[in-house]
Every structure is written in structure tokens, then in C-alpha cells.
């Protein structure tokens, strides 16, 4: 029963097999292998266009290096509020890229157009003492479970664009956003806008594989020098290639990914029938936000449940009481029904 | 015949067989697994002493980060001349630690304690305009494929000290340094006043597995910010664990070593015995240094050997002539005796 | 009728002379004349203690290198949402210190006691991905033309204390708020808890003179070469010394900032009794915030009257109406009756 | 006797006349005034074309910032090895642009062109590992009292643009220089091929009069961005302003320069030819480099001569004997004929 995160979850088989293929042989270092290359010209195909792919170690880096690769002296990076890049990298993206963070408010953990456009309004191109706007981030799927659909991706990128500003695409769970909306990736992003996409595979069955996407390949002219100044440029590359091999092989990423959603589906099912638990808010990924009676809460921790609390915000629709907790549940790849059930039954007897 | 880098080699089997094994079970993340506990603890035993570890995802993000953590304000860091930190990696160590980094000569990639102090006293500690002395860092073994003596060491340490500079050792290649002197890792860093060191297992036979000892844990005390702003934690630290910790066992890591510079040996002695070859300095790590002729080195190529070009140095006790090349062959825990034959073989065929 | 800023004044003729009689000698460069040891003693005197001084070019220097000087890696610095750090410096602060401005929401442009616990609260000093909280900044005189009272002062380091963090005071205005008060710069400043304070001449009378005040030596141990690194120290210093040297005399400063107040009463006193014109809140340094309707304002600047206008605040006592706007007056040691006047009559045809 | 630097001068009367005017009157802020304008305008004069400036505090934050202006990720900027930008300014330089200065040796204080175009190959654009080159910097006046003849100049920038560097020059001694080669600025800078000069003023009689000239303004689109968020935007900038407005009225700087000049050559003169001193080396600026016998260089400081001791460097045409020392003195616009004949008069008695 482990929800506390999908990064908890080992790595799939096949990710391993590939990775333990590869190990046996020699090949070229820092990307320059004929695996890295064939895996890099995967990418292409899987966007339908020439992009530009660069790997790296964390998700923290590929957010805080594409921000690094669009920064703008006095430029400032417009986020959701409740955003990893403003809420986790300890100030990882300011201190890459020398822009603030500025957070923009929505609804469902997603910027509302109409903030946007305010916030963006009050740091003008000339505005030197205040600081210029630089860039907007977005994150899909987003930090509280949700997903924007494609108008609502849309709407971001019009704003930014009218205002000249590259758009960034935090994926730490691009698929489970992806197999969710059931579109291709092409039009999750490049199509609706998106400039630079932060491409995670750790969260969804890889162990460390994380890629910056590039469409606009005049962005990444000097990247290459910015990864490697870093301090992100793997030698033996190609390790991270071969997962990433195997999870765009045969539609593994898309199937993990929707293994994810569909045990997240079974949660979300299951705690919207029980009287003890509740749904907190309604999510379309692989995390479940839900009100537990604090007995239920701690009797399925006692049985070796594994799940963080999370702060109530303060606009829920229906208030957590007393005697009620707040939980986040995520899934992944590699939850079973069996301990969704487990968990559910636990948390029916509380 | 690959000889182009030692990171050029796979990953050791036992290594790939500890990640498969890790890959099917969940644990925490971001190092609070029990494997990473336990990988920690046994960096203590091999020490001997309690140490502060940390795992990072690149040498140049080892060296950087560790350089980072003893930063001043003003301050300047010594190496030499040749060492990874100026030569190799892109401005990192001075992006991260803020920091200058200033040569020191010195035969054999060794600095020269003499021209260390000469180069300390260039910087005093009231040197407001020119920058004051702040740390020391050494390569161990060395970019030219020497290896430090333990005295040699003992003399750079003393005079760090005597001056109140903190020593860091970069040790990319420390378990063929260690192996080659046949001492202890203790006796090799703290006990020789070592306070922090780059632990690199990536060109030993993992995939990517670099630690930062601080044997100093004062001098760590703030690191796990400085690493995590650096986006240098993973989420799924313990697959680093897990390479470390299968490398640690039955002194998988010696052994390996072990190979590498034995494979190194027989390839000196061949190189030494040619007459189309000789070795170009004297080396006692992976690396070996030799001159070939033309015909040679272009009939090995053709025939799939690969190996880089090294910049003649200008202090060559016999010159390299117009017919001649000099080049640059490192071994691994994956190099056979059949590619060491057979590339002996074509030289002498040269 | 200059009240667009204080900064839009000249220089008072006892600094130009005083300017004037420095430059007709010779003297050591880089702070080490005697007139630079001077100005330092007669900093000890004016705050009742030894203290640290060194100058800088700028109030954005001032503060920016005041938080560099305590920050810490992954560490947040706590502000008024409308502080100038935030809102007017170009990200000088984040690029010079590290750190992350972190807003603390108050009225009358004061962080709010409880709001500050609550932010500081969200940071905690383990907090490896959120980031930790590392200091507090306080404005005297606020932006928005109030005044901390001692106890309000009190009451921000006080919580400051209780979780470890150095306060810093920006005091662009400090003479102005000083004699507000009426207490002395010791009681305002490290008898309430202040480290660190932004002493500003240059709203007051100088052409060019802002220093930094440790309180706590110990903080200032490596301030020479932080300003250094800055490009912040100045060769020929002592024309900065020679500026607070007459400031400093026969509490020059003081009764320019007396004078500064006294013509912003005469505006407020005249701005409250008019039908066009009202306070839009109250303060009591020298700016005013006066809501005036449209005609006045035209009227006004028609005729030469400099100010600017003032985004009105959502949570104003009375609203804004249409036919109105909100307009921001400064006065300084330069300021006359007449000029005021002559807006005040200006104003009540409109 | 006032050699030590020319920096302890003070400030020309002109200046401060200048500067007293100024402080009478109101005017906008932070480089925004008529006479802001006005002295940006005459620039264009002075130089004979249309050219982009800002002021700044110091030296250091001129060539700081002119090189943060053209650096990029990775880079490497090439100076002479006895360079201001290595030397003196404490890894400002580094900081502000994040580039590694590179030394270039040369006879006589200027880079050796040769030795120019061997250092840029050691860094070609695409070298990821060892860095990029990105810029050349040159001083004019140099550190050693020499002047690049047009010709000097020349090749340096051909092989700077031959591998697509801009080119910067520390004119710190800037008028000095000019009226040694007696040419106009234009001559001396963009028709030379130099792109961003750093202009200084208080080594010759201003009292911090510091000014970035771009002759290409492509290059400064980002600068006024650079600088507010360098925290080098001074408020009252119109008394920087007024500082240059009398410094370049009816040829100032330049009779200051040669008055400063020909100081100097008053000093080589009697230096040259008395028997206890000789002249170092051939300088043609305000700096004269002397080797003493000590004895006359003890009886100068008890009169209170004030100079600096030079460190020897290697390749003195004639060697410094165990009696002698080599000292630096520096003339100005205040030194006078008196302090001269007096310092050679005592040296004549040693």
C-alpha cells in the first residue's frame, strides 16, 4: 500500500532488461553513442517534429535549466501558485536561471487566464525597477491531480505569446496527463503553444530519466553549455537512453501511465462510496486527494499504508473536520488492485 | 579495443543485477530509504570514521558541489594546472562555488609543493583586491595517469593547513589510486588530511554513482541545501544506493580497479617492449600516455580501436617527431587481455 | 512643486561645501584616509556602540548586500508585500544574496506579527524542498509613508529571534521616520533587535551616500569582500565619508528630515481640509497619499507640479471613484512652504 | 608627494563647481533629467558617432559589467595576464559575467597577439568541456604605464573579430592614453574595432565618474537590466552626470590627462638621469616605474613621500639588486612640479 508518491515505486522490467543490455558493451560517452543519437531521433517521431532533447539527472533540473535556457536578466517566470518549481526546488529554478518565480492563482491547482494577464500586466517590458516578464511555466499534470484540458492549455499559451513570452511545460507526469486527455503528444503541446517541455520518465516506471524537450530548436543554441556548466551532463549518457528506449518502446510509457490512472480511477471510485472518506477534490491523473476520518487514516498507516497529509487549502468546498485528515494518494505503474482494495477495506471499517 | 575512456565501459554485471533487484520494490524517496541507511553506514566502515555522504549525479557536479561547500566570498582554489576542475568541466566548480580556479604547476599532473606555497602566498587571507586563499583541491590519481605518493599527499596537505585551506581530492579515479599504492582508503584521505572527497564510481563500473565524503561533517552542515538548489537530489536516490552498494561488496570495487590497472600494466609493458611505440611518461593508474607512429595509430583505428589525441606537452623528455602521435589509452574493468593483445599486435605490425 | 520623490532634490549646500573643501587634497584611497576612519567613529557615537560601517553606491546595494551578508543557501528572506526589495530592485537582492523575497501580507505597509510567524512557520529550517527561513527585512519609514512604533519593531524581531533569524531594516528614510518618532537611532535600531540596518543619506540631502550599519560585528566578518566582489567599493571612498561627515554635524541630518516632515504636515494638514483633494491613508513621514479629483491633478501638473500616481490598493477605506485619482507626494530638506502652497491653492479651484 | 595612485587626488574645481550648481535645483530621478540627457548626448560627440552610456560607481562595476553584457554560458574572456580584471577586482568580473578570465602573456603590460590567437584555439565554440571563447578585453593605458599604439590595438581586435569576440577596453587611464598617442577617441576605440569601453573619469579628477560606452547598442539592449539588477543605478545620476558634463567641457580631461602626463615625464626625466635611480622600464603614461636604492627610498617616505612598492617581475631587462626596490609613482591633475622636484631631490641626496 504505497501511495505516498509515485518516485517510491522501483523501475518497470523492461526499463531494467534494456539497461542491463546495454551495460555489457562499450560505447561512446556524453551522449555521443549510436544509441543516444537512435533514442534522441525517437523523440522526433514521438513529437511529429525536429526537437531538440537534452537529459538530465532531476526533474528539479530539467524544470530549473529550461527556465535557465529563456532567462532574461530582471525577467521574471510566471507559475501557479502551488507549482514545484515555486513550491519544491529550493529556489533551484531562481538560482539557475537568476529570474523570481512569480506565483499566479486558479482554481484546480491550474493559472486562471485572467490572472495570468493581470500578473503579466504589471511587470511591462521597460519596467526596470520592478522587473519584466520573462516566461510562463505551466505544469500537466498539474500538482493537485488535475489536468488542463488542451483550450485551457490554449488560453496560457495565447497570453504568453501575446505578450511575447516563451512557455514552459513542467511533465513530471506528461503521460498520466497525456493518456488522461487521450491525445498525442504533439498536440499537448508544441500545437497549443508549449516551447519547452520538461519530460519525465522517473515518476512513471524509469529511475532517473528526465528530458528538456526543446521545439523551438533556436532556444537550445547555447544549452548544451548549460547543462554541462551545470554540472549535468552525464558520462555514460546512454544509460538514460536505454530507458528511455524502453519506455517509448511499444507504447510502455503510455501503458504505465494508464495503468496509473485507471488504480487511480479504482480509488477514486472507492473513496467516494465509503461514509468514512471522501473525495477532497475531483482529479483526472494518478493522484487522489481525500478527507479520511483520522481513525481510518491511522488504522490503514498502522497497516503499513504509505501516504503523506497535505495542507487543507483554504478555499475546499466542503471543510475538513476535527476528526478528519487530508491525504494525498498517488499511484503508479507498479500499485496493484490488490492494495487499492486492501487500503479501501481498511478505511471501510473506520 | 576501446580505449577511448573508462567511461567509455558498460556497467559491471553484479552492479546491473543489484538495480534489477532494487527496481521491484517501493521505498521512500530522495535518500530516506533503509538502502540508502545502510549504503551510508558502509561508507563509514570503509572510511573508518563517521563521514557525511552525499550522492550526486556527475564527477563535475562532485567536484563543484564540494568546492561549493567550502566557498568564500573572494576566494580562489588551487589545483593544477591540468586538473578536471580548470581543464574539463565547462566553468562548473567556479559557477557553483563562486570561486577562481588557479593553476599550480607541477611535474607529473602532481602540483608542486613548492610552487603551491609560492602560489598561497599570492592570495593572503587580507587580500581584499586579488582574491584570498580558500582551498586546495588535488586529483587523485591524476589527469596524466600518475598517482600522488602518500607522502606526496602528507606535503600538499601541510601546507593547506598551515595556510587554514580545507583539501578536497578528486577521486575519479580513486580505487585505481588506491589499488596502485595498496593502501587504505582512510590512509589515502583523512588520515592524510583530506576533508572532502569526490568518490567516483561511474568510470569503475557503475553507471552512474558518484559520492561527496565529507570527512569533516562540520564542513557539510549546510550541503543538503547547497545539493538540493544545485537539482542535484534525486527522487530515486536509492538506485544510487544500490550500485554503491553492490560495488562495496566483496571489494567488487578493488577488484575492479584491480583489473583495470593490471590491463593498464600489460598494455605498458607492451607499448614498452615495440618499437613503433613508447610509453610517453611513466603511469601507474588506468591511463596509459604513448607515443606511436602514424602508421600505427591509423592502423588501429581502422581496425575499430578507440583512443583520443593528447596535446603534446611542452615539457616531453624525448620530443614527439612529425611521424608520431601521441595518444591517450585507458582501461577498465571491462578491457580484456584479447583487445590489449590485438591492439599490441597491429602497432607492432606499425 | 517637485514631489515626485525625495530623490528628485539636490544636495543641501553644508554637504557641497563640505564635498568642496575634501577635494582640494590628497588622501588614501579605498576607505583608508583618516577622514574615512572618521566618519566611522562618528557612526559609533551616533548609535551608542561599535559598529561595522561600510558604504555602498546604492540603497539597492545597501539592501541587497545587507541580505547577501546573512544569507543562506535555500534560505527565504521575509518582506512587506510592498517592500521596496521586492517591488523595486530588479531582483537585486535574489541575485546578490541568494535568497528568495518571501512577501508577509500587513497593514499600513507593516508586516502583520501573525502573518510573519505563519510565513516563517512554512519554512522550516529542515524544509529541503520548500526552502528555509533564513532572515527578515523591515522598512523605516514604510513605502507607504508609515512608521513602525518601537513596539511594532519589537514585535517583528521578537518573532525574528524566536526561530533564529538576523532582521535587517531597510532605512532608506530612517532620519525621517527617526524624527517621527523622536527616539534615538540606538532605540530604533539594535535596542529593538535590528543587525543590520540600510542607512540612507541619499533621500536626505546627499548627492550619494548610503552605508551599511552592522550592529553585530560578527556578521561583517567577510562584508569586505562581499562589497568588493559587488564592484561596490569605491576608490575614492572618503567623498562618501566627506557627504555623512557634514551630515552627521550638528544633526544636519536630523533637521533636514525635520523639515522634510514638517512640509509633508503642511501638505496633509492642507490636502485633509479641501473638498477636492483627501488623505487616502494616514502617515506620518514624509510622503503623503492623497486622492484627488482628475481636474486638480491636471490642474496640478498643468502647472508644473511633479508627483507620481499610485496604484490604489484593493482594501482602501473609501474608494476611488472615477473622477479620481491617487497620487503619491514626497517632500524633502528641499521642499518650501511656498511650493506647497502653491499646489494646496492649485488643488482647491480644482 | 603624492604617487601612491591617482586615485588619493581629489576632484578638479571645475568638477565641484559643477557639482554645487547642481545640488541647487530638482530634477528627475535615476538618470532621467535634462542634463542626464544632455551629457549622453555630448558622448556622442566625443566619440563621432551615435553610442548607448551608463554610468556606474567604480572601475570594477565598468568592466564588470561590460563583460557581463557580452558573456555567455561557458565562456572565457582573454586579458592580459597582469590585467586590472585578473588582478585587482576581487573575481568581480567572474561574478557579474560568469566567465573565467584568461591570461594572455605579452611584453610590457599588453597581450602579445600571437599569444592572443593561441589562447582563443585552446577554446573553440563548440569546446563543451574546456569552454568557449567569448570576449577580449584590453587596457588602455595599461597596468604597467604602457599604451597600445593604434596598431597594437588593431591587431589585437583582428584576431578577436577573425574568431568572433567582441572586444572591451578598461580605459581607466583612458585620457591619459589619448593624449599620449595624441589621436582622437573615435580613432582609439570603434574605428580600432573596440565595442564596449569602460570610460573612466576619477583617476582623473572626477570624484566617481565611471562610464560604459557601447559603440554598438545591439550589444546594450539588455543593459539597463544588467546594471539596476548590479544595484549600479544611482538615483541623483545627474551628479554623475554633472561630474562629466564639466570633465568633457573645453577639453578638461584632456589638459587634466596631460598635465598628469607630463608630471610623469618630469619624474622619468629626473629619475633617468640621477645616479641613484633608474627607470624600470619605458612608460609613456602617468605611471613611471622606478628602481630605488632603499636608502632613498626610506628617506623619501620620512618626508612623507607616498608610493607603492611593485612586485619584480621575472624578466627586468636589468636586475633588482638586494639594495634596491622597485616602486610605482603615479602623477595626476593635482600632482605638482614642486612634489616632483622635491621627491627627486631627495633622491639625488640618497
Redesign the interface.
Known amino acids: 500500500m ?1 501511495f ?2 509515485d ?7 523492461s ?2 532488461e534494456r ?2 543490455r ?9 551522449g555521443n553513442s549510436d544509441l543516444d543519437k537512435a533514442v534522441e531521433a525517437r523523440f522526433n517521431e514521438i513529437f511529429e517534429r525536429d526537437v531538440s532533447v537534452y537529459f ?6 530539467a524544470n ?2 529550461s527556465l535557465a535556457s529563456i532567462a ?5 517566470a510566471f507559475s501557479h501558485s502551488e507549482a514545484h518549481v515555486i ?6 529554478p ?3 536561471s ?4 512569480v506565483p499566479v492563482e486558479g482554481e484546480d491547482g491550474k493559472m486562471e487566464p485572467a490572472k495570468l494577464s493581470a500578473r503579466i500586466a504589471g511587470f511591462p517590458q521597460d519596467s ?5 516578464a520573462a516566461a510562463v511555466t505551466l505544469t500537466q499534470a498539474t500538482e493537485t491531480g488535475t489536468i488542463y484540458t488542451l483550450d485551457e492549455i490554449d488560453a496560457i499559451t495565447r497570453i504568453a505569446k501575446a505578450n511575447g513570452l516563451p512557455v514552459h511545460m513542467d511533465g513530471a507526469r506528461f503521460a498520466n496527463a497525456l493518456v488522461s486527455l487521450d491525445v498525442s503528444p504533439a498536440e499537448m503541446t508544441w500545437k497549443r503553444g508549449i516551447d519547452i517541455l520538461s519530460f519525465g520518465g ?2 512513471n516506471g524509469c ?2 530519466a528526465e528530458a528538456i524537450v526543446f521545439f523551438n530548436p533556436e532556444l537550445a543554441k ?1 544549452f ?3 547543462r ?9 549518457t546512454r ?1 538514460i537512453s536505454a530507458q528511455f528506449d524502453a519506455y517509448l518502446q511499444d507504447g510502455l510509457w503510455l501503458n504505465m501511465a494508464s495503468h496509473a490512472n485507471s488504480m487511480a480511477d479504482r480509488l477514486r471510485a472507492g473513496i467516494g462510496s465509503l461514509n468514512s472518506t471522501r473525495l477532497a477534490w475531483h482529479t483526472t491523473s494518478n493522484e487522489v486527494f481525500a478527507v479520511l476520518n483520522k481513525a481510518s487514516a491511522e488504522a490503514a498507516e498502522a497497516k503499513g499504508a ?1 501516504f503523506y497529509g497535505w495542507p487543507v487549502p483554504t478555499n475546499m468546498p466542503e471543510p475538513v473536520r476535527e476528526d478528519e485528515t487530508l491525504i494525498r494518494l498517488v499511484t503508479s505503474f ?1 500499485t496493484t488492485e490488490e492494495d487499492i482494495d486492501q487500503f479501501l477495506s481498511i478505511c471501510s471499517a473506520g
Not at 23 to 30: E, G, K, L, V
Open positions: 504505497f505516498a508518491s518516485n517510491w515505486a522501483g523501475a518497470h522490467p526499463i531494467n539497461l542491463s546495454e551495460s555489457t558493451r562499450f560505447a561512446a560517452a556524453y538530465v539527472s532531476t526533474g528539479t533540473a530549473s535549466l532574461r536578466v530582471g525577467g521574471v513550491e519544491d526546488e529550493c529556489g533551484a531562481d538560482f539557475f537568476g529570474m523570481r518565480m526596470l525597477h520592478h522587473g519584466r522517473t515518476k529511475w532517473c547555447d548544451a553549455f548549460i554541462k556548466r551545470a554540472a549535468q551532463l552525464f558520462s555514460k544509460f504509505k507498479a
